[in-house]
């Protein structure tokens, strides 16, 4: 069965380096998103890219964040300088176009900002 | 703007027990879909179910099954004769066609031996 690809599964970083986080997603899926949830909270939402534009994002979505689709099959979410309180599991999901738009996740990557 | 809310934080029952986990959500929109994803220890969110605004029929699948009720807001899921392995956090979320989903805070369920 098909599935979302994120790597690395645990990233560690000293505050204030950049880190870029990957996805695979599901191979013929338009729709990516990246999700992320602090410790013990609920999934927040940060962005969404369709057309290889973002077509949404939330708040949390700042400056400091970006994403890119490099190339056929890759999705990233990089962040540029890292915080503290950037720590969280940062999940990916894609869905196809169509009637389905159900959102598969990733396993999710535990990025740790020490 | 849209909100779910799962006001139920943690459930602990003992196996074979049947549980509700309850779900309510807020939204202007006239189209939707309501969905239920399972997050297990491992951490991945696993999708369960989905449901479109124009579709209140309910469902039984195996163990699970789901009441959506429009009049009420309200999209409720049931397992039934519960085991060790559905202990995990649930979480009840809402979205647009094509947009981004709004989670509640999640209902970690506990099922003892």
């Known amino acids: 069965e098909p599935e979302v690809t994120q790597t690395p599964s645990h990233q560690v970083t000293q505050m204030g380096q950049e880190v870029i986080l990957r996805c695979v997603p599901i191979?013929?899926?338009?729709?990516f998103y990246w999700y992320r949830q602090i410790l013990g909270q609920k999934v927040e939402f940060l962005v969404s890219f369709y057309n290889n534009e973002i077509s949404e994002k939330s708040e949390i979505f700042d400056d400091q964040f970006s994403v890119e689709r490099p190339d056929g099959s890759n999705f990233t979410l990089k962040i540029r300088s890292t915080k503290l309180e950037d720590s969280a599991m940062y999940f990916c999901?894609?869905?196809?176009?169509?009637?389905?738009?159900?959102?598969?996740f990733g396993a999710g990557t535990r990025l740790s900002v020490l | 703007a849209q909100k779910v809310t799962q006001a139920q934080t943690e459930i602990s029952v003992v196996e074979k027990e049947d549980v509700t986990l309850d779900c309510v959500y807020e939204?202007?929109?006239?189209?939707?879909?309501l969905f239920w994803y399972k997050q297990p220890p491992s951490g991945e969110l696993v999708f369960l179910i989905r449901?479109?605004?124009?579709?209140?029929q309910n469902e039984i699948s195996g163990r699970y099954s789901w009441n959506f009720q429009k009049s009420t807001s309200s999209f409720n899921f049931t397992i039934t004769a519960s085991q060790v392995v559905d202990s995990a956090v649930y979480f009840c979320a809402l979205s647009e066609p094509y947009s981004k989903l709004t989670f509640g805070k999640g209902i970690t369920l506990s099922v003892r031996p």
């Open positions: 191979s013929n899926h338009l729709y």
């Open positions: 939204t202007r929109d006239t189209t939707y879909y």
């Open positions: 449901r479109n605004s124009f579709d209140e």
């Open positions: 999901a894609s869905s196809e176009e169509g009637v389905k738009n159900i959102q598969y």
